[in-house]
């Protein structure tokens, strides 16, 4: 696991290392802070390097949230694919000159037949260490898509952003596509961020229909009913509009529907 973003950082033992042994861990993590993060001052990092105390858990915690690591302490996995991420930031921030001008090793390769329609899948001919360069993203993303690095950073950014897990993982990538797409852009923030002003409803004038013996229950109902009322006030507006577009189109006589009348 994580082996090309370990080979770009220079890790001693990139395609051995297991997350899931203790020592091994404990040491990686005061290799990648005293060497690539490099969060804590030499002074402070007394017992993040202490790996045999039985406290080092608990410093180990109050490491990940001073570096604003979303993931928790039991979700070793994630944790361990942030980090790297972050170290090859900083890393990238540190040697900017010498990877400015690098190229992928697949966009050397000026011959496309037999590629794929899914751009997804040639991402293993990208090189780890090759593609450390700005970009619109500055998540360093290049993992090959049946690489299980590549699957564990798909699974970190579902959980992150609260996405359904799923048993296909480009299933959740297009997830996460769709999610960014509709709610993450500029246009959909600043949509957000608009106040709508609405005004007050007294729901004692609005008869439900229906009795739920719960006089809590009953209002909500209420809201719920009133909410769905407006959503096909909507729809049917969007429907007169699609008929109004479409008669302009086919309609003979031309129908003006400004003017209320059928003819010129």
Not at 13 to 40: M, S
Not at 88 to 113: H, M, Q
Request: with cysteine; hydrophobic share 40%.
């Amino acid at each position: 696991m994580f082996r090309r973003k370990l080979t770009a950082l220079d890790y001693h033992n990139p395609a051995g290392f297991n997350c899931r042994d203790e020592t091994e861990f404990r040491n990686f993590i005061v290799w990648l802070e005293d060497q690539k993060i490099r969060h804590y001052k030499i002074e402070d990092r007394g017992n993040l390097r202490n790996i045999h105390n039985d406290e080092w858990p608990k410093s180990f915690e109050k490491y990940l949230k001073d570096v604003n690591c979303p993931f928790k302490l039991e979700e070793r996995q994630e944790t361990v694919d942030w980090l790297l991420g972050l170290a090859v930031r900083l890393e990238y921030g540190d040697n900017a000159e010498k990877y400015k001008d690098s190229t992928p090793d697949g966009a050397k390769n000026t011959d496309n037949t037999g590629k794929s329609a899914e751009p997804l899948i040639n991402l293993d001919e990208w090189n780890a260490a090759s593609i450390l360069k700005p970009s619109a993203m500055t998540v360093w993303f290049a993992l090959a898509v049946n690489n299980p690095d590549f699957k564990a950073g798909v699974m970190a950014l579902a959980n992150l952003l609260q996405i359904q897990r799923h048993d296909d993982y480009l299933v959740m990538l297009k997830a996460i596509r769709i999610l960014v797409q509709e709610r993450l852009t500029q246009d959909a923030v600043a949509k957000a961020n608009q106040s709508k002003e609405g005004l007050p409803v007294a729901l004692e004038k609005h008869i439900l229909g229906f009795d739920t013996g719960d006089a809590v229950i009953n209002e909500a109902a209420q809201i719920l009913r009133l909410l769905h009322v407006e959503e096909l006030r909507e729809l049917q507006t969007k429907i007169n509009e699609a008929i109004v577009a479409v008669q302009a189109i086919i309609a003979d006589p031309k129908t003006d529907h400004r003017l209320g009348k059928v003819g010129r």
